[in-house]
């Protein structure tokens, strides 16, 4: 069983982040600077995936796998999630992705008496995809322009949000310039016009503090593939508490009923919580995966984790500017998510593949290198990057 960290102390009383790198093995071989596209799996991880595996080999009988096993190791992740953003555990659904998550509002929403949808061109394209392949059943999606490929001015969305609006979809964080977005101010915008908004912030949870209910959004999602680190197959769907009775989704599943064990096949009856907004069985193997990573990046804290990564980000800025590299993302750390975008030309897939090379592990968009080092990385790990990026370019 690996060592806790918890109350881990260096200089000054803070916590020594550095100790924590023993609890991700790929730190020992790589210089992992790609969180934000997937987070590095944990020992914590690991031992509680054995946990299932083990629960699973010795038991067999699915009634005991899945009530003293499964069913309660996703009502503590959903519980630790939601002390992560401000939400309480009722108002939380587990799905797969976002694309579901997604697509259970969707279809919640009745668009021939508010056919809009309001979003930015800059947001992930999943998010526009879901919406566009509700044209059918009378969605118009509209696409807010940016001035300069980094954000889009809240003007924008205020001028686009009217009483024809039935949903605004908002990025805190743009996935691709890291940009953060007032999703706070976007959301007021939207229930002044009688709108519900969604956040998307697959790319904020766990490094930018958050407090749903202080962001007042209807809908709120984020997954654990990236930056808490607890793999793909695992997305959480906050939805407003008096918000639940009214919703009726189509995208639906057995998991949603109110009592999805009694095998009734003939009626449809909603689970009074955000449950409603589930579908079919989950991937139970991944609530496991997941608690690992929500434990570790709980106990550092998205404050702390924060603090640490815009030091970071300002190294990596600096590196490239000594280097002659453009920077794609707001040079200010408090306009700035996890990410830094570094251009490096039209080569940027060959480049990033040559880094994977030298074990140094980015992710490329467009003719940019996406550097996006998380609270248990090092300056050392950056300084490896540009010794890599000299040798190639």
């Known amino acids: 069983m690996p060592l806790s960290l918890r109350g881990l102390e260096g200089k000054n009383g803070e916590m020594d982040l550095s100790g924590y790198r023993d609890e991700f093995p790929v730190l020992e071989r790589k ?51 939601g002390r992560l ?30 056919p809009k949808v309001v979003m930015s061109e800059l947001d992930f394209p999943t998010d526009g995809h879901v919406f566009l392949a509700q ?3 009378g969605a118009e999606v509209v696409f807010l322009k940016s001035p300069d490929g980094l954000t889009v001015p809240l003007e924008a ?37 009688g709108a519900w908004s969604v956040v ?17 959004c209807d809908f709120y999602t984020a997954g654990v593939l990236k930056w808490l680190c607890g793999g793909p197959g695992l997305t959480f769907l906050y939805a407003r508490r008096d918000l639940l009775p009214s919703l009726e989704p189509l995208v639906t599943g057995w998991f949603a009923m109110r009592e999805p064990f009694n095998f009734d096949l003939q009626r449809v009856e909603f689970h009074p919580s955000a449950r409603r907004l589930e579908n079919g ?9 997941a608690q690992g990573g929500l434990d570790v990046i709980s106990e550092v804290g998205p404050a702390r984790i924060r603090e640490r990564q815009g030091e970071l980000g300002e190294y990596v800025i600096a590196r490239a500017d000594e280097a002659g590299l453009p920077v794609r993302t707001p040079r200010d750390r408090n306009l700035r998510g996890g990410v830094v975008n570094v251009g490096v030309g039209q080569q940027a897939e060959k480049i990033c593949h040559a880094l994977l090379d030298r074990d140094v592990c980015t992710d490329f968009r467009g003719d940019g290198i996406r550097v996006s080092p998380h609270f248990f990385n090092t300056e050392e790990d950056i300084d490896r990057l540009f010794e890599a990026l000299q040798e190639i370019l």
Not at 87 to 96: R, S
Not at 160 to 169: E, K, Q, S
Request: with cysteine; glycine share 4%.
């Open 85 to 114: 953003v401000g939400a309480d555990p009722h108002e939380l659904a587990i799905t797969v992705n976002v694309s579901l998550a997604l697509s259970a509002i969707a279809s919640c929403i009745d668009f021939s008496k508010r």
């Open 31 to 81: 210089s992992y600077l790609i969180s934000a596209s997937l987070g590095p799996v944990s020992r914590r991880s690991q031992r509680y995936l054995q946990e299932y595996v083990d629960a699973w080999a010795t038991h067999g009988a699915p009634d005991t796998v899945w009530g003293d096993h499964i069913f309660p190791r996703m009502r503590e992740v959903k519980r630790t999630f």
């Open 200 to 216: 998307d912030d697959f790319h904020g949870a766990g490094i930018i503090p958050v407090d749903v209910h202080d962001l007042r």
């Open 157 to 193: 969305y205020d001028e686009a949000i009217d009483d024809r609006t039935a949903l605004v979809c908002i990025n805190r964080v743009l996935y691709r310039s890291s940009a953060l977005v007032d999703a706070k101010e976007i959301c007021r915008m939207a229930r002044e016009a």
């Open 281 to 289: 069985t989950p991937a139970a193997p991944v609530a496991f995966l």
């Open 135 to 137: 044209h059918a059943r």
